[in-house]
């Protein structure tokens, strides 16, 4: 079991904590990329600090995005510095992250 009292988070795999999550997805993309700025980005600070991996680099150089196991954190938008890169706000009501199911 995780989450319990006087637990220590640390201690909890990444594999645990994602079994205590639940993610109800929306049909509407509460992110959004747009991958021609990306294109000209050296940066790419986003591949580094997204807890969920989601930004993933393409062969061909680009970007790739899925927002359906997104944790809400907000560091992407927070660290990209190319304007108009990335479009944030948070999932439809009652839709996204669901950090302690059941
Ligand atoms: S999302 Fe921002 S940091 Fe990531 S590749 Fe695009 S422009 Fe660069
Ligand atoms: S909000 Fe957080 S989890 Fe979601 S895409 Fe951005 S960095 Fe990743």
């Known amino acids: 079991m995780t989450g319990q009292p006087g637990e220590d988070y640390r201690e909890i ?18 992110i959004t990329v747009d991958t021609e700025v990306c294109d ?16 993933v680099p ?3 150089g680009g970007i790739l995005f899925n927002f359906e196991q997104c944790f809400e954190c907000g560091a992407c938008y927070q660290v990209c ?9 948070y999932p439809d009501g009652g839709l996204g992250v669901v950090f302690r199911k059941g």
């Open 58 to 60: 393409r062969a061909d």
């Open 81 to 89: 510095d190319a304007e108009g890169a990335i479009t944030w706000t």
């Open 40 to 55: 000209s980005c050296t940066v790419r600070s986003c591949l580094h600090v997204c807890p969920a991996k989601l930004f």
């Open 13 to 30: 795999s990444f594999d645990d904590r994602m079994d205590g999550t639940e993610f109800r997805v929306s049909e509407r993309a509460h």
